[in-house]
């Protein structure tokens, strides 16, 4: 493997994705997938060229190590990829780039009451609600006010994932939940690696946010609007 660290290679994945550039170490991981195939065809810029893997002798050990191993469809994520089908922001996604894209995330469960963030704290990921339900909320004055709950098919910590900045409020599990998270450094792999996976989540996100921000933009003029007519009511 050494002897190969300083190569790079692009390589057009089983669900048609073109990926790349990644060293030798990233190819690695990726025939553990089941993404790379031996005929998947893979470019190398040390000699320019497109051959499939199974002609290129670099590779001959790591078609070996991945033979036994289960395919994208035989893993658990194909189960991840069935309840991401259900979610807008994979509607841009063929059902193979889904499996793809959760190669790039993380799942976690969590029972009842757990707490995954804490106002204040780093923030660097982002998580899509698969089952169960989180709610966002304050404490103030030593009282829990609640801001929202985020249950199945919607997704929080957004703009933790874009802009690493503090998280703006504490969340916490009402029940037990599965959770898909994205990391800023996995989502930075992705928009490097394989942009075709990244632009349409991405789009799907900020026509999201977007929607999001309209609505409070909306809430906000409602209140004045109340307000005013109050004070010009006690008048």
């Not at 800023?184 to 999201?208: C, G, I, K, N, V």
């Amino acid at each position: 493997m050494p002897a190969q660290a300083d190569k790079t290679f692009y390589f057009w994945g089983v669900d048609r994705v073109l990926y790349g550039p990644m060293n030798f170490s990233r190819m690695a991981e990726w025939f553990g997938t089941g993404l790379v195939s031996p005929e998947s065809w893979v470019y190398s810029e040390k000699d320019a060229a497109w051959r499939p893997a199974k002609e290129r002798p670099e590779f001959r050990e790591l078609i070996k190590s991945s033979a036994a191993r289960p395919s994208v469809t035989d893993r658990e994520d194909d189960s991840v990829a069935h309840l991401l089908r259900e979610l807008e922001l994979f509607r841009g996604l063929t059902d193979a780039q889904i499996e793809s894209f959760a190669n790039y995330a993380e799942i976690v469960r969590v029972s009842q009451f757990t707490r995954l963030a804490k106002k204040g704290d780093a923030g660097d990921s982002m998580f899509l609600v698969l089952e169960g339900e989180v709610r966002a909320y304050l404490m103030v004055d030593g009282r829990e006010c609640t801001l929202a709950s985020i249950g199945a098919g919607d997704f929080l910590g957004e703009i933790s994932l874009l802009d690493e900045g503090p998280r703006s409020a504490d969340l916490a599990a009402n029940v037990d939940t599965t959770l898909l998270r994205i990391s800023a450094s996995r989502f930075e792999d992705m928009l490097r690696e394989a942009p075709a996976l990244a632009a349409p989540f991405l789009l799907a996100l900020s026509r999201t946010i977007v929607r999001r921000l309209r609505k409070t933009t909306q809430r906000y003029e409602d209140s004045v609007h109340l307000f005013g007519k109050n004070i010009l009511d006690a008048a």
